[in-house]
């Protein structure tokens, strides 16, 4: 099954940013929506942003929205998540996704037809 490969985590202070990215290669052709998810220990997984590949439109958790910026680049066939003004209830580990059911709606758990990365970890410290 093929895999995806996130990079890009680090530590830094709140208001720092980070940008994480995600080789989408196996996928440029066939992700329905691509996406990141976060998990903060022991909390239930978090649908962060989401873009659907065909429109291009984009969801953001209200948590983000203003901060966090998805795009792909299609270049470098990679999926990005430009994040900014980092708070400490950022941390997590956060994975990205490729679905490639038709009609899926993000943050909805995606289904077996989905890929996953093995994710990467942000801290941010206050």
């Known amino acids: 099954q093929v895999q995806l490969v996130e990079s890009g985590g680090g530590s830094v202070q709140a208001g720092g940013s980070l940008r994480l990215s995600c080789g989408v290669s196996?996928?440029?052709?066939?992700?329905?929506?691509l996406g990141w998810f976060r998990q903060a220990p022991g909390k239930e997984r978090e649908g962060v942003a989401g873009i659907y590949t065909g429109a291009r439109t984009t969801y953001y958790a209200d948590s983000v929205k203003g901060r966090f910026t998805i795009s792909i680049d299609g270049a470098k066939k990679q999926l990005l998540l430009q994040m900014n003004s980092l708070k400490p209830e950022d941390t997590a580990m956060y994975y990205c996704v490729a679905v490639t059911a038709p009609g899926y709606t993000f943050p909805d758990p995606p289904s077996r037809l989905s890929a996953w990365g093995q994710g990467t970890q942000v801290t941010v410290s206050s």
């Open positions: 196996a996928f440029t052709h066939t992700a329905y929506c």
